[in-house]
Each structure stands twice: as structure tokens, then as C-alpha cells.
């Protein structure tokens, strides 16, 4: 049994910053990606970042490139979203993902398992 859960959602004024975490915990894996999606109301889950088992390797979507950092420490088997310069179409449920692959994929179907989802929202 794997679980992910996501911590650190809340309510933030445009132009602050907010911090999420994800810890995986249950089974364990020598490499694995590690990915962030949202999704807001109405609209379908969109890839957020990934970054590779190693930490050497990083993606971002064009929206948050620049003001969204992701990182890991995979002694603590957590994975990091820093979000900067938040606009309120920021605004969204943030989920966690795990790919077992070797690369930084930015396609829902390749992460094998996912967290519950934290609030995001990003008031104007």
C-alpha cells in the first residue's frame, strides 16, 4: 500500500507565496518521479512540475515557470511545490503524483499513484 499525502494548502493573496509538501510513505522505491497536477473547478487536471528520482532533472508548465520550484528529499521520501508570485488563477486542488519511470513525465496516465489533494486558492 502506497500512500501520498499532501500538506500546506491554504488561502493566500495574489502576489504571496505558499509552500505544499507531499510525503510518501507505505512501500518503498529506489527511483521513482514525482509529480504535481491541479485542477479547478471545471476544468481537467492539468501537469503542474515533475522532477526525476535524482532531483537532477525538472519540468515545468509554462504557467508557473519562474515562480513555481519544485524539489525532494528522498531520505524523508518528500517532494517540495514553493510557489511564489501566486495569481489567482493559481487557484486549484494540488495533487501529488508517483511515476515509476526513470523520466519526468508530464502525462497523468504514466503516474501510478496519486495523493487526496490540497486547496490551493489564491485570492485577487
Known amino acids: 500500500q502506497v500512500q501520498l499525502v499532501e500538506s500546506g494548502g491554504g488561502l493566500v493573496q495574489a502576489g504571496g507565496s505558499l509552500g505544499l509538501s507531499c510525503a510518501v510513505s507505505?512501500?518503498?522505491?529506489?527511483?521513482?518521479?514525482m509529480g504535481w497536477f491541479r485542477q479547478a473547478p471545471g476544468k481537467e487536471r492539468e501537469f503542474v512540475t515533475v522532477?526525476?528520482?535524482?532531483?537532477?532533472?525538472?519540468v515545468y508548465a509554462d504557467s508557473v515557470k519562474g515562480r513555481f520550484t519544485i524539489s525532494r528529499d528522498n531520505a524523508k521520501h518528500t517532494v517540495y511545490l514553493q510557489m511564489n508570485s501566486l495569481k489567482p488563477e493559481d487557484t486549484a486542488v494540488y495533487y501529488c503524483?508517483?511515476?515509476?519511470?526513470?523520466?519526468?513525465?508530464?502525462?497523468?496516465?504514466?503516474?501510478?499513484?496519486w495523493g487526496q489533494g490540497t486547496q490551493v486558492t489564491v485570492s485577487s
Open positions: 522532477i526525476r528520482w535524482d532531483g537532477d532533472s525538472t
Open positions: 503524483a508517483l511515476d515509476l519511470g526513470v523520466g519526468t513525465s508530464p502525462r497523468a496516465r504514466d503516474y501510478e499513484y
Open positions: 507505505g512501500r518503498t522505491f529506489l527511483q521513482y518521479a
